[in-house]
Structures are given as C-alpha cells and as structure tokens.
C-alpha cells in the first residue's frame, strides 16, 4: 500500500484549488469585489512606501518599519489575490505542485515577517515613549538594520519550516484543495501519510511565529502603559497614545484573525469557515493597513500634502 502511495505521489504534479465559492452566480461580483480590494492595496502600500521615500522628514525609525510594513503588505497580496482573482473567472483553478510550494513558501514569508515587523514596530514605541533621551541611541540606523534582518530571517525560517514540512507529505488520490490558496491545513487534511509529528511541526512553527512577537508587544505595551501613568499631563498621555493607536489597531486586526485561523484544531474550525477568516488577514489586513497608518498619523497627512502641492505646482509651471 504505502508503495502504491508513492507511485500516486509522483503523479501529483498539479492542484485544483476549489476557490472561495461553487456557486456561479457569485463568481463575477467576487472577482470585482476583491479586484477592488487588491486595487486599493496595491495603491495605498505603493502610496506609502513612495511618501516615505520621498520625505526626509520621515526618514526615521518609526517609518522605516512602516516602509517595510507597506512592501510585506503589498508583497503578500501579491502572492495570493492576482491567482485567486483567476478562480472567479476560470472553469477549473490548476496550479502545479512547484507553482502550489512557491505559493505557499511566500505565503509564510510575508505572514511571518508581518508578525516580526509589528513586533520591531512596537519595540520601536517602547523605545520613544519610556526611553526618549536615548531614542536616537537605541534606535540608531544599526540597530534598525539588525532588527530588520532579523524580521526577514524568521520570515525565511518559518517559510522553510513549513514548505519543507508540506513537502515531505504524500498526496495519494485526490488532488482537491478545499481553499482559494495553497495553504498548510488543507494539505493536512488531503495528505494520506499526515501524522501527528505533521501537526505538532505545525502548531510550534505557528506558536514561534505568533507567540514571540505577541510575548514583544504585549512586554512592549506593558511598559509603556506604565509610562503613560506616570505623565502628570492629559495632553501628553494622549500624545503618548496616539503615536500608539494606529500601531494597536493594526496589530489587534492582524493577529486575531490569524490566531482564530491557526490555533484552533481543524475540528473545532470546519475549513469552509476557515476560508473566510483567512480572508480577513491575507486581503483585509494588508488594505486596511496604509489606511489606519494614513488617516491616523499627522506626519503623513503633512508628507501627503507637501507631495501633492509639489504636483499641483510642478504641474501648473508645465502648463
């Protein structure tokens, strides 16, 4: 038996992913619903990378990780809407077993460096408010870097972690994936040699991957809450908490929808169910993010206006 399961394995060399819906009515609206969606990403990532980089003014830590933030976003929609955006309008979703890996690879890249980055982000808030002598010292351009490798090093840790552990399973008939995207659980659940030592890699590549940077943020958030009680004055308790707030916004979004995906067994989580809270961090998340950072932040309101009156002007001497 298990010989004849190696022989099927070596004949899966493409995946039908079964999309967000079977329902053909609801295929054309989806597709320009999140059409729209991937359209407002990829304009209010780019928007805010090409801000930053262009206004020495926030050549500072602070956005630096917030550049980073904005190319992780961009990137990890990237990996996931342009193929499922094909699934809407195409009759069977075909992806090859490499095309699947690759998918799957950045899919845990981006997912995990988001984690790293928030955490570097909140690290970076922690440094500002109960250590702002020594801000420019702590947060100098080394140790930005560093942070910053060590962001895409876990990225790549957890994207090989888990690709590697994928790619040891075997698929023995059905080649069915029940999701829009090549992701970890539904290969679990269509794998005929997916054992328990599968599902454990798994649940502590999942818990490293969000339970350090929860542990940093919440040690982060601890001690500067702490400082903030401490602020005699109103308006400098609420300076300190707005600096914060779009920062806890788009952490709580981030990680609560990933957390109710991943750390709950597939039992207690049908995948149906599964398919839509995904959708909340791998389409809703990256969108939303340049929005809570734009419309929340002064500094890039400023950054946005100088930017447009620069348009305004060079446009008008053109003319």
């Known amino acids: 038996r298990r010989r004849m399961a190696a022989d099927n394995a070596s004949s899966v060399t493409e995946f039908i992913l079964s999309g967000l819906t079977d329902q053909p009515g609801l295929r054309l609206p989806l ?32 956005y630096f990780f917030l550049f980073n933030l904005s190319f992780i976003d961009l ?23 490499a095309g699947c890996m690759t998918q799957l690879f950045f899919f845990c890249f981006f997912v995990f460096s988001e984690s790293f980055i928030l955490s570097a982000m909140a690290y970076d808030r922690y440094v500002a408010i109960c250590k702002p002598l020594l801000y420019t010292v702590t947060m100098s351009p080394q140790v ?39 992701d970890i659980i539904p290969f679990l659940e269509l794998a005929c040699n997916s054992s328990y030592i599968n599902l454990l890699v798994v649940f502590v590549v999942v818990a490293v991957g969000i339970g ?46 990933g957390a109710f995906m991943y750390l709950k067994p597939p039992s207690v989580l049908p995948l149906d169910q599964g398919k839509v809270s995904s ?15 734009s419309l929340r932040n002064k500094d890039v309101k400023l950054a946005l206006k100088k930017s447009l009156d620069r348009i305004t002007f060079f446009w008008e001497r053109k003319q």
């Open 212 to 257: 350090l940077p929860i542990a940093t943020i919440f040690i982060s958030y601890g001690f500067i809450l702490s400082s903030i009680f401490h602020i005699s004055s109103i308006e400098g308790r609420s300076k300190a908490f707005s600096t914060c707030s779009s920062h806890i916004i788009a952490v709580s979004l981030f990680f609560g929808s």
């Open 279 to 293: 959708l909340f961090y791998t389409i809703v998340v990256p969108m939303l993010n340049p929005l809570i950072y």
């Open 75 to 97: 990137s990890f929609s990237t990996t996931i809407i342009p193929k499922m955006l094909t699934s809407f309008v195409s009759k069977k979703n075909i992806i090859s077993y």
């Open 31 to 62: 597709f320009f619903l999140f059409l729209g969606f991937y359209m407002v990403t990829v304009v209010g990532n780019l928007g805010m990378i090409t801000l930053i980089g262009l206004n020495s003014h926030l050549h500072i830590p602070m």
């Open 144 to 182: 930005c870097l560093s942070l910053l490798l060590g962001v895409y090093g876990m990225g790549t840790w957890g994207a090989f972690a888990h690709t590697g552990n994928i790619m040891f399973l075997t698929f023995c008939a059905d080649n069915l994936v029940n999701h829009y995207m090549c």
